[in-house]
């Protein structure tokens, strides 16, 4: 496996940590101290273990980290959920724990070593997703986490991802990428795109007869002083109602085909660029005088500006399969015992 897929494996094991954890609405890997979890739990009814909560192959799973996942769900409002369903929360924690239990055994028995450098690379690219360290740490905060708790986790992923490695579990050819690409064209097809201005006297849904006259006077009038040579800048400012793009001679930019009401896009794109709509141009919205810049043709993306994007997506469902067939194999030869 090469370094870009082995990092792509690592993101598609923290994406399936991060799935498993929302399903029981605790996304932060962090937590607040379970002895006040525990007190807010008790007083709701539920009495958190203090022994393990289950041990795999003799190991013994504490119920620390456990009753930490449980207090993050019941600051979360969790106390409203029913307790049927409170209960296969828990179950679905526990099940994941062991699983994890599952794999680090598997890790630890082929000697797989992760190092404290991959780990803090790892890291890095985790942070390269935030624009600034105010906005990771603003992040971190918010998800009641720290650096320390990521990159255990980032550590977990690591193990995971090499362990898959080892045993050839996760692969993609060119041959899939390929196919999947001829067969998902259209997902790989950008729509003609328009970039207009425009000049938008409003009509009302409930306007009556002589508003709806009133507003296609000024329009034509607007539509006049065009004609007339005016800037058409200019009779934006001085004829618009739309607030959004007044100020901006009317530009609202590239939009593309299926954005816009029908009107608006079949007048858009039946023009030629650099000039206007001869006729108003009605829809829901009021009267328009368009304007076309620039038109931007549809556009088939090549293989070559994709494959990385396919390929990702491919190996993150290789991932997922690998790593649930890995852990019902591990539970097959495995002596598990729930104590909760």
């Known amino acids: 496996m090469t370094r870009k897929l082995l990092t792509v494996a690592i993101a598609a094991t923290f994406v399936f940590s991060i799935g498993c954890k929302k399903r029981a609405k605790e996304?932060?890997?962090?937590?607040?101290?379970?002895v006040e979890a525990a007190v807010e739990q008790e007083a709701e009814g539920y009495k958190p273990p203090t022994g393990p909560i289950a041990t795999v192959n003799g190991i013994p799973i504490d119920a620390e980290a456990f009753n930490k996942e449980i207090a993050r769900i019941t600051q979360d409002g969790a106390r409203e959920i029913p307790e049927e369903r409170f209960a296969k929360i828990r179950d679905n924690i526990a099940n994941r724990m062991i699983e994890e239990e599952?794999?680090?055994?598997?890790?630890?028995?082929?000697?797989?070593?992760?190092?404290?450098?991959?780990?803090?690379?790892?890291?890095?690219?985790?942070?390269?997703?935030?624009?600034?360290?105010?906005?990771f740490e603003n992040y971190m905060t918010h998800q009641k986490t720290t650096a320390e708790d990521v990159k255990q986790d980032l550590?977990?992923?690591?193990?995971?991802?090499?362990?898959?490695?080892?045993?050839?579990?996760?692969?993609?050819?060119d041959e899939e990428v390929q196919k999947t690409y001829e067969v998902g064209?259209?997902?790989?097809?950008?729509?003609?795109?328009?970039?207009?201005?425009?000049?938008?006297?409003?009509?009302?849904?409930?306007?009556?007869?002589?508003?709806?006259?009133?507003?296609?006077?000024?329009?034509?009038?607007?539509?006049?002083?065009?004609?007339?040579?005016?800037d058409f800048a200019k009779v934006v400012a001085e004829y618009s109602e739309d607030i959004m793009s007044k100020d901006k001679g009317g530009d609202l930019g590239f939009f593309r085909k299926g954005v816009m009401v029908k009107e608006f896009e079949d007048a858009a794109f039946a023009l030629k660029p650099g000039t206007y709509t001869q006729e108003l141009v009605r829809s829901t919205f009021g009267f328009h005088i368009i304007k076309?810049?620039?038109?931007?043709?549809?556009?088939?993306?090549?293989?070559?500006?994709?494959?990385?994007?396919?390929?990702?997506?491919?190996l993150n469902r290789a991932t997922f399969k690998a790593r649930r067939e890995l852990v019902q194999k591990l539970k097959a030869a495995a002596t598990i015992e729930k104590k909760l």
Request: proline share 3%.
């Open 185 to 230: 064209i259209k997902s790989y097809t950008d729509p003609a795109q328009a970039h207009v201005q425009h000049i938008l006297v409003k009509v009302g849904a409930d306007a009556v007869p002589a508003q709806v006259e009133a507003a296609q006077a000024k329009a034509l009038e607007a539509l006049k002083k065009l004609k007339a040579g005016e």
């Open 27 to 34: 996304e932060a890997v962090a937590a607040e101290a379970p």
């Open 292 to 314: 076309l810049i620039e038109i931007k043709d549809e556009r088939v993306r090549p293989l070559e500006e994709v494959s990385d994007q396919i390929r990702e997506s491919l």
């Open 155 to 173: 550590k977990r992923k690591l193990a995971l991802t090499k362990l898959l490695e080892r045993l050839g579990a996760v692969s993609v050819t």
């Open 102 to 135: 599952l794999i680090a055994q598997e890790v630890k028995k082929l000697e797989i070593q992760i190092t404290a450098e991959e780990i803090e690379a790892e890291f890095e690219k985790y942070k390269g997703r935030f624009k600034t360290e105010e906005q």
